[in-house]
């Protein structure tokens, strides 16, 4: 790590990782500019437009996965920033759905692009500290849909200003982190370091305890994610103001996250991942069952299950599955964001022909199912380790 700026790097990925998190409460704000009540798509058709968030995210973190070891971090970082820039700019002057899909899809294919590249560059710059560190990197995800909901309250309703406007928010982290890369040094993969071969590392994918882990985010991370996303049309009718409830859930997931180096070590990895889906699946089901101010305290609950689903299932991965390399973690990042594609059209399908309640129960199921996964992982771990 010689003539490497970790603290430098560590800053840089964080701002890239904010935009991620800008753009997550962008488009959550901007179901109201595009759906009913906007230019009139149905919430099916908006869950089709910003599906390509999630699983452009995964074409381009599955193909980014295995030329990060050959091309190395800092090509695929730098050609992240290139199609975020596109993405911002397309998402400025969309006007109809096939435009918000294009846009989407590039801010989304810079995400998975990142994620391809930072998850593996802080492993293995904090070789010791991997679950804690990247949990502190993806402080920022939740950090900015809480900056993204506050500014879109403040912007567009407290100040009537233009969406387009607030989408130029996104330009700010964009050039932060572009000036903190500029001229950097970048560390290699923690699998090249290591010196494990591409068929060891291919032939662990198959390993059944990456496939479980795999199988698992398909779950957490719709679980978060799609409930979130989709906040604004899922609250519509609890008498609260969605976007405040969004950065109030993604305040604790920040602290959380800051924090996580505690309750790593008193409830290891498979500890934390059991704990996070009980409490998920209470607060999921106490959102179907009350409203008002009460939302807040199952928001709460809510937040504080998927506030380690994310970084501790690659922190686990990374800990436990080493030699599955930077294409492990890609795998897994992709398998995530793919999971939120598809339940996207689905929620908005029963908010369409049932009611923002049904789609609430039914996500609830998710986490439910968890429960029984991450107990028998936690006493696999367990009986492993004796």
Known sequence: MEHINKNRLFIASCMALLVAGLSFAVRARLETVFGPEGIGLTLEQLGYALGPAFWGYTLAVVIGGPLVDALGIKKITWIGFIIHLIGIIWSIVAGDMTALFMATLFIGAANGLFEAALNPMVASMYPNEKTKMLNKFHVWFPGGIIIGS??????????????????????????????????????????????????????????????????CMFLTAASELGTTQRI?????????????????????????????????HKLQPSGMLLFSAIFTFIGLWLMTVTSGAMIFGAAAIF??????????????????????????????????????????????????????????????????ILIIAFTGLYFYMKKRAS
């Not at 050039?175 to 291919?202: C, D, H």
């Not at 950065?247 to 996580?260: K, Q, V």
Request: overall charge neutral; cysteine-free.
């Open 150 to 215: 506050i500014l879109g309250w403040l912007m567009m309703d407290v100040m009537g200003l233009g969406w387009q406007l607030y989408v130029a928010v996104l330009f700010v982290p964009l050039i932060v982190y572009a000036l903190l890369f500029f001229g950097q040094k970048f560390p290699v993969t923690e699998r090249v370091q290591m010196g494990i071969s591409t068929g060891k590392m291919l032939s662990s994918l198959g390993k059944p305890l990456f496939i479980f882990m795999v199988l």
């Open 232 to 264: 604004e049309s899922l609250l519509k009718t609890s008498g609260v103001n969605a976007l405040l409830v969004l950065a109030f859930i993604n305040g604790i997931m920040a602290l959380g996250r800051a924090f996580a180096g505690q309750v790593v």
């Open 303 to 368: 937040a504080i299950g998927v506030t380690f689903f994310w970084p501790t299932m690659l922190g686990f991965v990374a800990e436990y599955l080493p030699e599955t390399g930077a294409l492990g973690l890609s795998i897994l990042g992709g398998a995530g964001m793919l999971s939120v594609s598809l339940v996207l059209p689905v929620m908005g399908n029963l908010m369409d022909n049932a009611s923002p309640l049904e789609a609430l129960r039914t996500m609830s199921l998710l986490p439910a």
